[in-house]
């Protein structure tokens, strides 16, 4: 008997009957399948994915439209695990047959194809939330947009045939309607119940009660569910007015409270300019459609009007070392030619592409936006001048903040109450470690072994008088060395909430060494203490590990950016607590000396009959002196700082007090183990 013949089996399929079920898969077939790719991946991700597509989208409209930002977030619950999300602009609108192309096809967009820093890049966003919703709830996308005050606004309720990727429009008999402008039109949208806010607040304090001239509001109705604490939609917008300051933002969740994030600068960030693809960013395959695709005749024309940074004379370079006549016709190129071009643009020294494309924060916003958000006592910033991969221009800015109060001990028992019943966590550490930024497992440890809730307790299911001693432990537990550092990571301005540990961001942070800036690190981890580290990454194309947007990718050339604008930061903050463990050491030293000069003093004055007062006020003055460094400011200039101040050296100092010092741990965690510190000098001095 042989054995390598297959066994005698009857042919199941042929190249026929294949052929009969292959067909062309549409995009919105297969991003409704794959919908955890676009970040749909479950309810409570895909609340915050639905509204953050909105807002990235309102935001890049009123920028690229030169409008400063107002933006109203509204979550409604609509039924068990639903619930309706409307956001709405003060933008520039969209045009009315732009529309349902816009809401109701997916890979439809203004910013793929142009190399302009946005926040938007794929164009699948916001028609992508509308299929989710079509497809858990049923119901379609309603969208109102205006572009001025003066004309009728649209008004369109939609949904996408995920079988041919396009929209179907069905009110007013696919026609969509149009609301009159003025009164009539406010009216109409009572009357048959529109989402729509016609004026601004009667409180906003530049546009009182104004009526909005133009705009854009997107209502989708999904499957979702509300949760605050890492990841969530408030956590979202929070972070949003970090990283824009020049935005107000209204926000109604879904239990009516009304919060509002007023913008501190009505400054929008300078408009980036559109560039060509840098010729070093092109692999051959794109270089063959586009030499299929031009319209320039000769090769020299080509490259001159096709990429940035290519002059005549480079383009004659290029051209020579490909052994091609500059005016070789462009669209004749054979495959072998191109390869040659394609290696020679390689080997051509050309310059880094112009960075007008790319727009930071700057070191002075990052600041106050910090300040604005984190309470702490150190700020600093840094900006990175820009890089270069793959073509690509981006740049690197970090934020940092020490100090402050510790995340646990903010919040009100009513807010702890609601967070625990919203919260579906299995046991109460792993509650704490979710909700609370920045809290580590050691720290969760302490506060549930203090507040003596078992360690498989649900959050759900404890009692008031359990609550009450976790809010206790919470309030009373130090848990500032116990903290990691929370780390806040954005690429064009959108902050980034998931995926940490694949993020080149996170791992330019756990690669470094934050002991030699006086922080507390095991290997690989985040560092310890009470610091928070924003980090901006802007660029024309962020390279983006997945659709969903959450992660940037590990480029060599990001990851040295990174590393050397975390170092500046870094070095700051070590200068910082070096100078602040100076004081406090002069401090106690002062402090040992004033509990026996009065003694000292009246035993003087029974030996020597001298005047006691003297004698105590000069021994007071010798002490003073002895210990001087205990009234130095804490400035890096040595200028003394009023609390708030920005310094023009991007430091931001919030004083304390000698006394908070003497009550406060000290970096390393403990107020008296000098361990630490000498583990932290010794490390200076590597
Ligand atoms: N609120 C709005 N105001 C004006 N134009 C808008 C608004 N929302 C969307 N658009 C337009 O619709 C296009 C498609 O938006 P969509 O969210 O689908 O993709 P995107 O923002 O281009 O990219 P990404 O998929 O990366 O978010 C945008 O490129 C923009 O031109």
Known sequence: ??????????????????????????????????RHLLGFDNPRKALLTTIKEAVDNSLDACEEAGIVPEIWVHVEQTGPNRYKAGIQDNG??????????????????????????????????????????????????????????????????????????NPEILNNKGDGEDIPAGQEGHKYIAKHGIEWETH????????????????????????????????????????????????????????????????????????????????????????????????????????????????????????????????????????DEIEKLYHSIQETKISNPSTDCIVPIGEELLLKGMHQVVPAEFYCAATRPPAVYRGNPFLIEVALAYGGSVETTKITKDLLKELLSESDA?????????????LGADSADKITKS????????????????????????QNINISEGQSMNVLRYANRVPLQFSQSACAITQSIT???????????????????????MVHMASVW??????????????????????LALQAVGRKLGMFLRKRQLVKQQADRRSIFLRYLGEVATAVSDINGSDRQKVYDDLMAVAQKKTAEADMK?????????????????????????????????????????????????????
Request: glycine residues 8%; proline residues 6%.
């Open 1 to 34: 008997m042989t054995t390598d013949q297959a066994p005698k089996s009857k042919r199941r399929a042929t190249a026929e009957s294949m052929a009969k079920s292959q067909r062309e898969i549409s995009v919105s077939e297969f991003f409704a399948k794959n």
């Open 92 to 165: 520039p609108g969209i045009l009315k047959k732009q529309i349902p192309l816009i809401f109701g096809k997916l890979l439809y967009g203004s910013k793929f194809h142009r190399l302009r820093m946005s926040r938007g890049q794929q164009g699948i966003g916001i028609s992508a939330a509308g299929m989710y919703g079509l497809l858990t709830t049923g119901k379609p996308v309603k969208i109102v947009s205006k572009v001025s005050i003066r004309k009728p606004a649209h008004y369109y309720e939609l949904r996408i045939n995920t079988k041919t990727n």
């Open 200 to 335: 601004y607040p009667a409180d906003a304090p530049e546009t009182p009660g104004k009526e909005l001239a133009h705009g854009t509001r997107v209502t989708i109705e999904l499957e979702a569910k509300y949760q605050r604490g890492r990841g969530s939609v408030d956590e979202y917008l929070e972070q949003t007015a970090i990283a824009n300051p020049h935005v107000t933002i209204h926000y109604m969740d879904p239990e009516n409270n009304l919060r509002t994030y007023n913008r501190s600068t009505r400054q929008l960030p300078p408009e980036p300019v559109e560039i060509k693809p840098h010729p070093y960013g092109v692999e051959v395959g794109r270089l063959i459609t586009m030499l299929k695709d031009t319209s320039e005749t000769t090769i020299s024309g080509f490259l001159t009007n096709s990429f940035s940074r290519v002059s005549n004379g480079i383009a004659k370079q290029i051209c020579d070392g490909a052994k091609i006549g500059t005016r070789t016709h462009a669209r004749k190129l054979n495959r």
């Open 426 to 438: 299995r046991t109460v550490r792993q509650f704490l470690i979710n909700t609370f930024n920045g």
């Open 451 to 474: 507040s003596k809730l078992g360690a498989r307790k649900s959050p759900s299911k404890l009692k008031p008088r359990e609550i009450d001693a976790l809010f206790e432990a919470m």
């Open 511 to 533: 690669g470094m060494n934050w002991r030699s800036y006086g922080l507390t690190q095991s290997r690989g981890n985040v560092p310890s203490g009470p610091v928070t580290v």
């Open 542 to 563: 962020v390279p983006f590990t997945s659709e969903s947007k959450e992660a940037v990718a590990s480029y060599p050339e990001i990851q040295k950016e990174l590393r």
């Open 634 to 686: 804490l400035t890096e200039s040595g200028k003394l700082v009023e609390e708030n101040e920005l310094f023009g050296d991007n430091v931001l100092i919030v004083e304390k007090s000698t006394e908070d010092l003497l009550n406060r741990p000290s970096a390393n965690g403990s107020s008296d183990d000098d361990s630490g510190d000498q583990e932290f000098e010794e490390m200076e001095d590597e």
